[in-house]
């Protein structure tokens, strides 16, 4: 890893740890595109997935070389498209195998990763980001995060409830996990009524 000091960056430019978004003060010496506020960061986003990605990270990231025709701009879009969207289903499938494996801690750099690049693809209004929030909170109920685990849920309720073409698989794993939330917070009348949902979705 290399070190970064946050006064020495250009003007305007506010390099941001990959896991908590405060300033940084480490670079990854493998992709030099990512970067943390610190050691600990660092050493969980690399057991998590940034060993799986860091080589892909830099055609992402870095900034693309001026192209003057039309053509050459559209296809060095299309590609970074496509890229972005190889990265989403590479560290989804991360985040979901771990999440089964019970690794929570190991499930939120995964899982940032996957809803960062799906906010950049999809926008943030999009029912593709749910997914990603069922397997955030879950993993935050898993360690007991409770609100952050709430906030995640109430994103992908309020995305459900704006969209008429989300599948019953997705309605389902909602009242699944907000289920298992008012459950861990002690209103079980609650969690049984979203357990309800849940099996009556799946009919």
């Not at 943390?36 to 660092?42: G, N, R, S, T």
């Not at 701009?73 to 289903?89: C, V």
């Not at 994103?155 to 794993?173: E, F, G, M, P, Q």
Request: proline share 4%; charged share 20%.
């Amino acid at each position: 890893m290399a070190k970064v000091n946050p006064l020495s960056n250009p003007k305007g430019v506010k390099l941001q740890c990959e896991l908590c978004r405060s300033p940084a003060h480490i670079q990854c010496r493998g992709c030099k595109v990512t970067y943390y506020c610190d050691v600990e960061h660092q050493r969980t986003d690399w057991t998590s997935i940034h060993e799986k990605i860091c080589q892909l990270l830099i055609p992402v990231r870095t900034p693309a070389p001026f192209l003057s025709s039309a053509a050459e701009r559209s296809h060095s879009m299309e590609q970074l498209l496509q890229r972005k969207k190889h990265l989403i289903e590479l560290t989804t499938k991360e985040a979901q195998r771990l999440l089964y494996e019970g690794h929570h801690v190991d499930v939120i750099p995964a899982a940032t990763h996957s809803l960062s690049f799906s906010v950049d693809v999809y926008g943030l209004a999009s029912v593709e980001l749910v997914p990603v929030y069922l397997i955030l909170a879950e993993a935050n109920i898993g360690l007991g995060h409770l609100t952050q685990a709430e906030e995640y849920l109430s994103h992908a309720y309020w995305t459900v409830l704006k969209t008429t073409d989300c599948s019953n698989s997705i309605r389902s794993k909602l009242h699944r996990n907000l289920g298992l939330l008012y459950s861990a917070k002690g209103e079980f009348e609650e969690s049984l009524r979203h357990l309800s949902n849940d099996a009556s979705t799946e009919l």
